[in-house]
């Protein structure tokens, strides 16, 4: 991206774009809010793209809105992938859903539930994990005692 790409005010659609980066329930909305902030060099995006590179749960959105900020010539430090935990007590919220559900529920009954109650933990935990989401959440889901 040169420079002669990107504008330097807001776009017509800022206020827009802003909620979509702040929706916690929709890691593709928020990452697509951030190509799209991206075409614009301002102060106010600047610091939605920080915001989001510090403390988006999902790794994706932290590096897109990286490397939006370093095409800025924004001095910034590549975000860590390691991360322990997406949320705390991740183990406790699965355990509470599935006590909730029938003993003898299903996995896909208990991911419905696990997304119509926690989309948040869903959601980010879809977009961290990736292909590899329902293996770990199927493991978790098993491994969790009632």
């Known amino acids: 991206m040169n420079n002669e790409e990107l504008n330097n005010g807001l776009p017509e659609n800022y206020e827009e774009l802003k909620k979509a980066a702040g929706r ?10 951030v190509e799209e902030l991206g075409r614009f060099n301002h ?5 939605i793209l920080n915001r989001l590179m510090v403390s988006d749960p999902v790794y994706t ?5 990286y490397e939006k900020l370093k095409a800025f010539g924004e001095e910034v430090t590549v975000p ?3 991360k322990a935990e997406l949320f705390r007590g991740i183990s406790k919220i699965v355990l ?9 529920h299903s996995y896909e009954e208990f991911k419905e539930k696990l997304k119509k109650m926690r989309v948040d933990v869903y959601d980010a935990y879809e977009g961290e994990k990736g ?4 293996a770990w959440l199927h493991k978790l889901w098993a491994s969790a005692t009632k």
Do not use: G, H, T
């Not at 509470?96 to 003898?104: C, E, G, H, N, W």
């Open 131 to 134: 292909e590899n989401f329902d």
């Open 24 to 33: 916690s329930a929709d890691w593709r909305a928020r990452l697509e809010a």
């Open 80 to 82: 860590s992938k390691n």
């Open 43 to 47: 102060k106010q995006i600047i610091d």
């Open 96 to 104: 509470r859903i599935k006590k909730s559900l029938p003993r003898d």
């Open 61 to 65: 959105v932290q590096e897109a809105a």
